[in-house]
């Protein structure tokens, strides 16, 4: 079974940081390229960044560009997103998504739980 | 703001068919795909490239595009399809995956 799971979250005060973890099992994960996905409170979807298979193309959402590093260990399954300088805005929930297998980019055919970034003083 | 817009809301009667659209520029070049949402869970993928249907789909539902809109009928619409939909794509610059905003979607 395809298992994404995300750890990590917690509450952190503006300007601080924050370092989310995505653990895959089920799939050979160095096969697959990976999008994180956030949701604040009540809000709709909003993509984050994405990876490449091999790590070496990542993608930035303008509103989290220099501030996010997101990058994976094919060894170990896992990727992880550090999130520095936070702001208020980037409370959410955080999903790590699949990109099916057969595209590049997207769509993403399975998602983790979420993992809640929450960002206040 | 998006560059991907959907309805906020929309309403179909129990067992009738419903459309749920999203229009952008990039959709003239890039296929959308789209995400049921339940309260509390995570998207769940139900519609991707010209009128794909992952496995465990019902196939009452189906997608299409022309032009500048890309849109997900749900036909014979079910109590259970009651949630938030959304599309994705590229945006016009082809560097960034953008959103639309979510259809809420109920069931009458």
């Known amino acids: 079974e395809v298992q994404l799971v995300e750890s990590g979250g917690g509450l952190v005060q503006p300007g601080g940081s924050l370092r989310l973890s995505c653990a895959a099992s089920?799939?050979?994960?160095?096969?697959?390229?990976i999008n994180w996905v956030r949701q604040a409170p009540g809000r709709g979807l909003e993509w984050v960044s994405y990876?490449?298979?091999?790590?070496?193309?990542?993608y930035y959402a303008e509103s989290v560009k220099g501030r996010f590093t997101l990058s994976r260990d094919n060894a170990r399954n896992s990727l992880s997103l550090q999130m520095n300088s936070l702001r208020v805005e980037d409370t959410a929930v955080y999903y790590c998504?699949?990109?099916?297998?057969?595209?590049?980019?997207?769509?993403?055919?399975?998602w983790g739980q979420g993992t809640l970034v929450t960002v206040s003083s | 703001s998006s560059e991907l817009t959907q309805d906020p809301a929309v309403s179909v009667a129990l067992g009738q068919t419903v459309r749920i659209t999203c229009q952008g520029d990039?959709?003239?070049?890039?296929?959308a795909s789209w995400y049921q949402q339940r309260p509390g869970q995570a998207p769940v993928l139900v519609i991707h490239?010209?009128?794909n249907r992952p496995s465990g789909i019902p196939d009452r539902f189906s997608g299409s595009s022309s032009g500048n809109t890309a849109s997900l009928t749900i036909a014979g619409a079910q109590a259970e399809d009651e949630a938030d939909y959304y599309c994705?794509?590229?945006?016009?610059?082809?560097?960034?995956?953008?959103f639309g905003g979510g259809t809420k979607l109920t069931v009458l």
């Open positions: 089920g799939f050979t994960f160095s096969s697959y390229e």
């Open positions: 994705t794509s590229r945006d016009t610059s082809g560097l960034h995956l953008v």
């Open positions: 990876i490449s298979r091999s790590g070496t193309t990542v």
């Open positions: 998504a699949r990109v099916l297998g057969s595209s590049t980019w997207y769509p993403f055919d399975h």
């Open positions: 990039s959709l003239r070049r890039y296929f």
């Open positions: 490239g010209k009128n």
